[in-house]
């Protein structure tokens, strides 16, 4: 038995990164799997996006453990493909127990005042309005099951004022505010809501010529190399970054029964960054 057999959790942003891992290692612990993503492009976003075969892989390396999974391109802005979602896990699966609501993008390298617009909503739709409509069209499902658990992924932007990403850290902050809010509204029927602060993860959303730039502004193209450094100064632990499956483990015990009685906190996976500053 698996610390989530007899579960079926929906994950969005799963076609990579953070997504594909929860993905995956819910599935090795017995859960059902419903991945979603967007699999496109934004204006004004700096670094690559997953695609539909992306995606496909997330799907292969599930059924690879054994795992049952049914895969969505399903944009988190819209409000109809969530539902939709809903409805193919409790067609195929039964049931809707777990929602991670992973989904996110980064993309805005200036000031405040030197954002743009269009930054700001795009940035704004995909990692907060995106994650209140998960979080809507899923929670039908889940008080007519008796309870479960919703995972959401903000950051340490949700609780540090982080320079040069301004839409991504409002939004991060308003996800933290979301779940502050929906554990106590979610509380009576036995859902228990919890958000996961992820650090600099190994994956292309921080891992990318642009963010290298804001680590080391004095460089014209800096590397990996060129930021190591820099990175592993703002942690406790020594570190640079975290792994994705770092994020996962933290995501596997807020979602299993392991963690039954915690609900409306903040857990930062970041190797001390938070409690460095």
């Known amino acids: 038995m698996g610390r989530m057999t007899g579960k079926v959790a929906l994950i969005t942003g799963a076609a990579r990164g953070q997504g594909r891992a929860h993905a995956v290692r819910l599935a090795q612990e017995g859960a059902a799997i419903v991945a979603l993503d967007a699999c496109t492009t934004y204006d004004h976003i700096d670094y690559p996006l997953p695609t539909?075969?992306?995606?496909d892989e997330t799907a292969r390396l599930v059924k690879a453990e054994g795992g049952r999974i049914e895969t969505m391109v399903a944009d988190v802005r819209d409000s109809g493909q969530l539902d939709a979602a809903v409805q193919l896990a409790l067609g195929n699966f039964g049931s809707l127990t777990t929602v991670c609501a992973n989904a996110g993008i980064g993309g805005e390298r200036g000031t405040v005042w030197h954002t743009h617009e269009?930054?700001?909503?795009?940035?704004l739709d995909?990692?907060?309005l995106g994650v209140w409509k998960?979080?809507?069209a899923a929670m039908p499902a889940l008080i007519d099951g008796g309870g479960g658990s919703i995972v959401l992924t903000s950051s340490l932007g949700g609780i540090r004022g982080l320079r040069h990403t301004s839409a991504y850290v409002a939004a991060k902050h308003g996800v933290v505010g979301l779940m502050r809010t929906l554990a106590n509204e979610a509380g009576e029927f036995n859902i228990r809501v919890n958000a996961v602060l992820p650090g600099t993860v190994n994956t292309p959303l921080a891992m990318n010529q642009a963010t290298f730039r804001l680590f080391r502004p004095d460089l014209e193209n800096p590397t990996v190399?060129?930021?190591r450094g820099t990175m592993r100064a703002l942690a406790l632990l020594p570190t640079p970054w975290v792994e994705s499956e770092?994020?996962?483990?933290?995501?596997l015990w807020l979602a299993s029964d392991e963690s039954r009685f915690v609900t409306g906190i903040e857990l930062p996976v970041d190797g001390g960054w938070h409690a460095k500053f």
């Open 52 to 55: 539909p075969d992306d995606l």
């Open 118 to 123: 269009d930054v700001w909503r795009t940035v």
């Open 126 to 128: 995909v990692n907060l």
């Open 134 to 136: 998960t979080v809507r």
């Open 225 to 227: 190399d060129d930021v």
């Open 246 to 251: 770092d994020i996962t483990n933290a995501v």
